[in-house]
């Protein structure tokens, strides 16, 4: 017969599958559990108890939905609570709320332009009609405004703001005076809604304002009635979301159109869409008809000369490239001018290719010029000719490069609305437009976002990549100072530090990357993983986009794509780590990893989960990385499942350990802090037969030792009181069993099963009051919340074999240590297995030994072990209540 003593040094390790255990050679397999459930492990080896989770509140309505972090920095973040159609936002664990104040803007449905002034420059047009405010400064020079005082009641108290914009961008400002704007900095809003929070001193002033010659349209303006902060979505597949963030904007994609989450205070947020004004387009036209815009600025009509447009063509792009060039602007003030016209070529007998003509419109006051540049479009201009009738104009400068513009000099404009035009036969070039309404199949309104160069039918035409009708990018990712969006087969890479541009004419590295994926057929774009390289996870495959050194950024003329492998992404948020990064495969119940290879100069793809594969069986949902005091991947299943992978490759420690609660776990988001990042959770409990849904968030580590207060329950509250045997408020807990820590120490009784007396937790029915009644002493500070408890399951325990292998032969176990921190001695049990479990011995070295261990290491000394002969010999042990194990010994005989 052999004996060993193995020290069962590491508890970090986490479970593996059973179809596993036989591989006890591998030394990561002598030291795996069949089962470790609720005992986190740590990186330096040991295990505890985990924390408990904090009941913060209901989610909106009860409802489910996908929490996500905003994180501004490293001591500024925010939690996003997304559900149905709607956005909700904790700071500091609190909702954003209004409070109720005693204010109104009059008409801030703009029923009628009662209650605004309405300040109408020349040129520019203010209208308050249908239940919308329009604003266009159709005259360069010109802005129209609307504004209004606001009485309040409430001086000193925050206010906020409800804006709806129908149409952008608006500048929009607040301020104690007239065109003042301290209380809410002039600031443009796009399309969609605003909630801004303002304190005012007294009355105040809310303006809008635009200076562009399209027109921007108000739905309404109000001040917010008390309660939570909601802002409306589009989203209702919150599993779809995948986001990008840059300091106070967080970008969105989904499988609606790209929208952008605005932070301007804690308490101040957008919820807005995305526009780029200038691509990404079509490489050639899309359909065989001709398209005819009828202005070159400001909004028109774009025609096709045959059927061709759709309803899903609203908020798409169009290039249009004309032969020709042609100016048609309005222009309100001194010191404007039309865009110019480049002329060349040569003045000949026969032929002028430097001849263009002028024309002006309009009640105006005031002396209209041309002026001319041999310098550039944007400077050097000089006066050319004063305008006194429509005309033809030349010049004698032959194959010189000469622009054109026709204007208002400063002083030379008094008053009105010059309606004027340059056009000229040579030269050409392209505008863009954005649709936003349909009129028929052969006609869209539009707004021009770069002017036309001619009002008259072009086939030379590009269509917008995004829309209704081609479809929206499905990820996004920022990396390399660009601003990516992956899409079915594609991914598109912003202009460098400008993330609204895909200017396909900007020139240099710096212009937009747009590349197809194009490797083994379609592939559908799931995440995007911004590593060294970026990296696109599709259906199908995993590519990565690389210059031609791994040094180089990814630019214009330097970037291809490249398969690194072909296991295929599930439409789940990959997570970042560092370096590294982790996804879901297509089968959603495993999970890879992708680390970057100097051998192969490229990123390879390893399956993390080959032998836990039974963890992620019911479907991985999403994913949170926490970085301290560990690294640690929350994994959420469909089922309602958590899994907590305690990371440190450096440390070769991959560690997968399953969590439990009452309830389900439905979503996960970590936020920073500085000793340990917050984790939060959506839980689903049981509660009276209902399914309730609370945010609940996990306390830190070494909130989980004993104390004043242990946090080691879930869905727990705090309190402190006066001396009383009663707790109150626990109302989100009605009709469940607690468990209670008070004062320093555990709420145990005592309980007798097969002849033995044991030390156990007990448990409190919280009534239909939210009462706590009958505990055993009066408390003061106290710890209340569901129970659970820890528990461990040894790999085989194949030792002290004398001709080899102990698998296959009987061994007993007939003595146990263990080394503890931080514990409560009645809340350990250990045996042979869950069904034989035994306390540790009350008495130590003769005395009775304390049963609350706070801030000490305890070396508990060898205890007999109630083994019996076995080929399966296990150690499983249990924890109710505080404790860190960190080292098992044991004597094991093994009989040959």
């Not at 609350?852 to 150690?875: L, Q």
């Amino acid at each position: 017969m052999a004996k060993a003593r193995p020290y069962h040094h590491s508890l970090n390790v986490g479970v593996v599958d059973k179809t596993a255990l036989a591989r006890v050679d591998l030394e990561r397999m002598r030291l795996a559990a069949e089962e470790q459930t609720n005992l986190l492990g740590t990186t330096v080896g040991g295990a505890f108890l985990r924390p408990g989770l904090e009941y913060l509140s209901t989610t909106f309505n009860s409802q489910p939905g996908r929490i996500r972090a905003f994180i501004r920095g490293a001591d500024s973040a925010a939690l996003l609570e997304f559900y149905d159609g709607l956005l909700c936002v904790k700071v500091d664990d609190q909702y954003v709320a209004r409070s109720a104040v005693s204010s109104v803007i009059t008409n801030g449905d703009f029923s009628d332009a009662s209650g605004w002034t309405l300040v109408a420059d020349d040129g520019a047009t203010e209208i308050i009609s249908g239940g919308i405010l329009g604003l266009i400064a159709t005259g360069k020079g010109s802005t129209a405004i609307a504004k209004q005082q606001v009485a309040t009641a409430s001086a000193g108290q925050r206010h906020a703001l409800r804006i709806v914009v129908a149409r952008g961008p608006v500048v929009f400002r607040c301020g104690s005076t007239d065109g003042g704007d301290e209380y809410i900095t002039e600031t443009e809003l796009a399309e969609g809604t605003h909630s801004l929070a303002f304190t005012p001193s007294g009355s105040y002033w809310v303006q809008f304002q635009t200076n562009r010659d399209r027109y921007s349209v108000v739905d309404s303006i109000n001040v917010e009635s008390a309660g939570v902060m909601v802002l409306p979505t589009p989203w209702f597949d919150q599993a779809a979301l995948r986001f990008a963030q840059s300091i106070d904007v967080m970008f969105v994609a989904s499988d609606t159109q790209q929208m952008r989450i605005e932070r301007r205070s804690d308490d101040s947020w957008s919820v807005v869409k995305y526009l780029a004004d200038d691509g990404p387009f079509t490489v050639s036209r899309t359909a065989p008809v001709r398209l005819k815009p009828n202005v070159t600025h400001g909004n028109g009509t774009l025609t096709a000369d045959k059927p061709f447009f759709r309803p899903e063509h609203v908020g798409a792009l169009f290039r249009l490239f004309h032969e020709g060039q042609a100016v048609f602007q309005a222009l309100s003030g001194g010191g404007q001018f039309t865009d110019p016209i480049e002329v060349t070529g040569v003045n000949a007998t026969g032929y002028n290719d430097r001849e263009f003509s002028y024309t002006a419109t309009g009640t105006y006051t005031g002396t209209l010029k041309i002026f001319r540049s041999f310098d550039g479009a944007d400077f050097g201009y000089k006066e050319f000719k004063t305008y006194s009738a429509d005309d033809k104009a030349t010049d004698d400068d032959d194959n010189a490069v000469v622009y054109y513009r026709f204007g208002f000099a400063e002083g030379d404009y008094t008053n009105g609305t010059a309606f004027v035009g340059l056009t000229y036969a040579g030269g050409g070039g392209y505008g863009i437009c954005r649709v936003i309404g349909y009129d028929s199949p052969t006609q869209v309104q539009i707004e021009v976002l770069r002017p036309f160069k001619n009002i008259i039918f072009t086939e030379d035409w590009r269509e917008g990549e995004w829309s209704n009708w081609r479809g929206w990018p499905s990820a996004v990712a920022m990396t390399e100072g660009r601003l990516w969006w992956g899409g079915s087969d594609k991914f598109w890479g912003s202009v460098s530090d400008a993330y609204n541009s895909f200017d396909e004419d900007y020139e240099g590295d710096a212009g937009p990357i747009l590349k197809s994926i194009a490797v083994d057929g379609v592939n559908s774009v799931k995440s995007l993983l911004p590593l060294q390289r970026l990296v696109a996870l599709t259906d199908g495959s995993e590519a990565t986009a690389r210059s031609s050194s791994f040094d180089e950024p990814l630019t214009p003329s330097n970037t291809t794509v490249k398969t690194i492998s072909t296991y295929g992404s599930a439409p789940v948020d990959s997570v970042k780590i560092d370096a590294r990064g982790l996804f879901v495969g297509k089968d959603r119940a495993s999970l890879y990893e992708i680390v970057f290879s100097v051998e192969a100069g490229d990123f390879q793809t390893t399956e993390l989960s080959k032998l836990t594969q039974s963890l992620f069986r019911a479907g991985v949902k999403e994913a949170a990385v926490q970085r301290k005091p560990d690294t640690r991947i929350w994994v959420v299943m469909d089922d309602g499942s958590l899994v907590c992978i305690v990371y440190e490759p450096q440390q070769e420690v991959v560690a997968f350990i399953p969590f439990e609660t009452e309830g389900r776990f439905e979503s996960v988001a970590v936020l920073p802090a500085d000793a340990q990042d917050r984790v939060y959770f959506i839980v689903n409990r049981p509660l009276n037969g209902t399914d309730v849904r609370y945010i609940e968030k996990m306390a830190k580590d070494e909130d989980a030792t004993p104390g004043m207060l242990a946090l080691i329950m879930d869905c727990f509250k705090t309190g402190t009181q006066t001396a009383s045997t009663t707790i109150t408020g626990a109302t989100h807990l009605i009709g469940r069993d607690v468990k209670v820590w008070a004062d320093g120490k555990p709420v145990t009784e005592q309980v007798t099963i097969d002849g033995r007396t044991y030390t156990k937790p007990r448990l409190f029915r919280v009534n239909a009051s939210g009462q706590i009644t009958g505990l055993p002493f009066a408390v003061e500070n106290y710890v209340y919340g569901l129970p659970y408890q820890a528990r461990y399951k040894s790999a085989r325990l194949a030792y002290g074999a004398s001709g080899g292998t102990a698998l296959m032969q009987k061994q007993i176990v007939n003595d146990f240590g263990v080394i503890l921190a931080n514990y409560v001695r009645s809340g350990v049990m250990y045996g042979r297995d869950f069904d034989h479990l035994y306390p540790l011995p009350k008495r130590r070295d003769g005395l009775v030994a304390a049963d609350v261990n706070d801030g000490v290491i305890v070396d508990e000394g060898m205890h007999p072990f109630d083994g019996s002969y076995s080929t399966d010999s296990r150690i499983c042990m249990t924890f109710d209540w505080p404790a860190t194990v960190l080292g098992l010994v044991f004597t094991v005989d093994t009989s040959g």
